[in-house]
């Protein structure tokens, strides 16, 4: 089911925006909280999957953002787009996530000129299985962001892919804005100048969230909330 799909069976515009969904929740209209979630679910999805640098855990993360968002709706001060709220919030779950089975690695520790890690990206002649590869961009794209280090991963994820810009990137992963210009370079060089240029059509496609996933996740939620 699409945004416009749950809007019309829940008999709003689907143009509402999330401020007013909040309050509408706010005041008792919980079942609106579908909309929230529906139109979010692909940036929360690519932002948890970014931490967490695989599909796995990846939905029950999303499930434990909306739940905490959900009953902390009231302490949502507006400050920020809501957009930017619920995501730092599914950022701060997706490292718990991590932290709890032992893959956490702080977003300060990695030193930003360490080139040690990446001989992987050295550049190499195509060869004929390369140049195959290559007519699959969106596959080979998002191979090539997995094999990043989560720090450069989340960033280039936020900013290019999600197109926050630097102020909402760095408040959902609480660093500062000049990390964030320092990561998304490094991000940017690591991936190779080359296959940016070639994958540009592609990027906005990377890491979809099917619409079957939506539903799961989005039952799932008002499972747990009714409970």
């Known amino acids: ?10 008999g709003v515009d689907q143009r509402i925006s999330d401020d007013e969904v909040v309050t509408r929740i706010l005041g008792g209209e919980a079942e609106l909280y579908e909309i929230i979630m529906r139109r979010h679910n692909q940036r929360i999805y690519r932002a948890v999957r970014a931490i ?8 029950q993360v999303m499930q ?10 009231g302490q949502f001060e507006r400050r920020s787009a809501f957009s930017t709220w619920l995501t730092k919030i599914a950022v701060h779950e997706a490292l718990a996530c991590k932290k709890r089975k032992g893959r956490f690695v702080n977003l300060e520790s990695v030193a930003e000129t360490d080139e040690g890690h990446w001989s992987m990206f050295a550049a190499n002649e195509r060869n004929p299985e390369q140049q195959v ?7 080979v794209l998002e ?7 989560e ?18 990137t ?3 992963l609480g660093i500062t804005e000049e990390t964030v210009k320092t990561r998304l370079h490094r991000a940017r060089s690591l991936l190779r100048d ?17 619409l079957s996933r939506c539903d799961r996740v989005v039952a799932a939620v008002f499972d747990r909330i009714g409970r």
């Open 52 to 59: 967490l640098g695989s599909d796995t855990d990846v939905e």
């Open 1 to 10: 089911m699409t945004v416009v799909d749950a809007a019309a069976k829940l």
């Open 170 to 172: 760095a408040e959902c």
């Open 143 to 149: 191979e090539s962001i997995e094999k990043l280090p």
């Open 133 to 139: 590869i290559a007519r699959d961009l969106k596959a």
């Open 194 to 210: 080359e296959l940016y240029d070639r994958c540009g059509a592609t990027m906005t496609e990377a890491f979809h969230f099917h």
């Open 151 to 168: 720090i450069y991963r989340s960033v280039l994820v936020l900013r290019e892919i999600e197109d926050l810009d630097t102020a909402e």
């Open 64 to 73: 434990d953002a909306y739940v905490s968002a959900y009953f902390h709706l």
